[in-house]
């Protein structure tokens, strides 16, 4: 079992439309949790971090479930310029992050 | 600007070449990363630094592969001898230890293409 999993999609959706993604971990002992955007051919950019109550921004919402060892996130009114492949980050004790492949997010017109 | 910078930017190379990466991180940052990210994929770790000091290095990372950062500052990533295998995008990260956060920030990446 690898050690974070993403389903790649592609997630097509209209505009306006409510899509989620989810992202599982295997290290039980993880600590740290995070959302990261990638555009095609960019570099990975910070989306927000996710906290164990939860958090909200703007359009995006984050949670996370020890219990089940996932975490998730939510974005409301999609946006055409939300299209982009959304990359779930896992830190365990060490310093050392551990990157799922991706979500990829397609908003059509 | 005061982001992650990397160079070159674009790299082609006939196999058995040795290529050689820069990385300039935000200033302030004591931590810094190499990734390597192929298409679909995320970026697998490669190696850490915290000031001067290698403290993690992946098994990903063949003994063809060496890091170095001299002085705490900018780092160098070198590939001996490149393999088609090596093509791929080499992404820098730094960061800082701070309010109990450890953002990492990326530079642009240099896309590697071994022939």
């Known amino acids: 079992r690898k050690e974070v999993e993403q389903d790649p999609g592609p997630f097509n959706v209209p505009e306006g439309a409510t899509v989620a993604f989810n992202c599982t971990y295997s290290?039980?002992?993880?600590?740290?949790f995070f959302w990261y955007r990638q555009d095609c051919r960019k570099e990975p950019k910070l989306l927000m971090s996710v906290y164990s109550s939860g958090n909200e921004d703007g359009r995006f919402t984050a949670q996370l479930n020890r219990a089940s060892q996932y975490i998730s996130l939510l974005i409301r009114d999609s946006k055409l310029s939300d299209s982009a492949t959304y990359l779930c980050?896992?830190?365990?004790?060490?310093?050392?992050?551990?990157f799922g492949r991706g979500t990829s997010l397609i908003v059509h017109p | 600007d005061t982001g992650v910078s990397q160079n070159p930017r674009h790299k082609i190379t006939k196999r058995g070449q040795n290529v050689t990466f820069r990385c300039d991180p935000i200033s302030e940052h004591n931590r810094l990363y190499w990734y390597r990210q192929t298409l679909g994929q995320g970026p697998e770790f490669l190696t850490y630094f915290q000031n001067e000091a290698q403290l993690e290095k992946s098994r990903l990372l063949s003994d063809r592969f060496s890091a170095e950062r001299p002085k705490g500052s900018f780092s160098t990533l070198e590939i001996q001898r490149t393999e088609q295998g090596d093509s791929a995008m080499y992404l820098c990260?730094?960061?800082?230890?701070?309010?109990?956060?450890?953002?990492?920030?990326f530079g642009p990446g240099t896309r590697l293409t071994v022939l």
């Open positions: 980050v896992v830190k365990g004790g060490s310093y050392i992050p551990t």
């Open positions: 290290n039980s002992a993880s600590q740290s």
């Open positions: 990260a730094s960061s800082i230890r701070a309010a109990g956060t450890d953002t990492q920030y």
